[in-house]
């Protein structure tokens, strides 16, 4: 087994989390857990045995072994990592990455919000499942972090936190690291969307938000949404929202 899918549309149950400690009487442990998800994340050398495949264990890999399946572990001396193991929901789409994974730069975030899930699991369980809810969406996203797709989100991120901002197509290149050609043809390819079509969708999806549930003054919100000036301001929420931003106020 090299791949799992789960779903992350809520969050997970968190039936037990701690610090496992191995390899000390024995070498090897074998063992199964019928509904529950096991969450790892590594200090040490070892190999583990899933679904007749194994994987290579090393300092900051982390794992993520389905329900009801046999598991191995060869270890070569005392081995600590921090686990959870968790009961899933069913909502959402299915999300498909790989068992075993190197969690590289984000292995001490990981690190922390396992133990604030671990600290807070015993008393306040919801905490302990908003701390392992993060730990798998991050996971989840680690098999992003190369390929194609990578410039893409790293290129949405920039846009998403720089809205209000000006934004050229150069800039949010620069910030995936690719230039604006290879950038116009991936986001394409991605989103359906041209870079400045998404930027100006999102903009004007905030500035509707804006509009509807604050009473931030009009020009305030033209500001937020990186359009300060009102004319601009105007005729984008008539095209795009089809009516001027009083209008859409007033209908929120």
């Not at 899918?5 to 009487?25: K, M, Q, S, Y």
């Not at 050398?45 to 300092?59: C, K, M, Q």
């Not at 949405?156 to 995936?176: F, K, M, N, R, Y």
């Amino acid at each position: 087994m090299d791949r799992v899918t789960l779903r992350l549309g809520a969050p997970p149950e968190v039936a037990n989390a701690g610090v496992g400690v191995h390899g000390v009487g024995r070498r090897r442990d074998i063992f199964r857990l019928r509904g529950l998800w096991q969450l790892h994340l590594y200090s040490y050398s070892a190999r583990l045995t899933v679904g007749g495949r194994t994987h290579e264990i090393r300092p900051g890999r982390v794992s993520l072994i389905p329900p009801g399946e046999l598991v191995q572990y060869f270890y070569e001396g005392r081995s600590e990592h921090l686990y959870a193991h968790l009961r899933l929901p069913e909502q959402g789409e299915p999300v498909t990455v790989p068992l075993m994974q190197d969690a590289g730069a984000d292995t001490p975030f990981l690190r922390d919000l396992l133990r604030q899930a671990i600290t807070a699991a015993p008393a306040t369980p919801a905490m302990a499942a908003a701390a392992a809810w993060t730990v798998l969406w991050r996971v989840a996203r680690l098999a992003e972090s190369e390929g194609p797709h990578a410039a893409v989100r790293l290129a949405i991120a920039h846009i998403e936190s720089h809205l209000a901002q000006p934004l050229t197509v150069p800039e949010v290149a620069g910030a995936a690291g690719i230039s604006h050609n290879h950038l116009t043809r991936l986001f394409r390819a991605e989103t359906g969307d041209t870079v400045v079509a998404y930027i100006r969708r999102r903009r004007l999806e905030q500035a509707r938000h804006l509009l509807r549930e604050t009473t931030l003054p009009i020009p305030a919100v033209a500001a937020a949404v990186g359009l300060a000036d009102l004319q601009a301001f105007n005729k984008a929420c008539r095209r795009e929202l089809g009516a001027a931003p009083r209008a859409i106020r007033q209908s929120g």
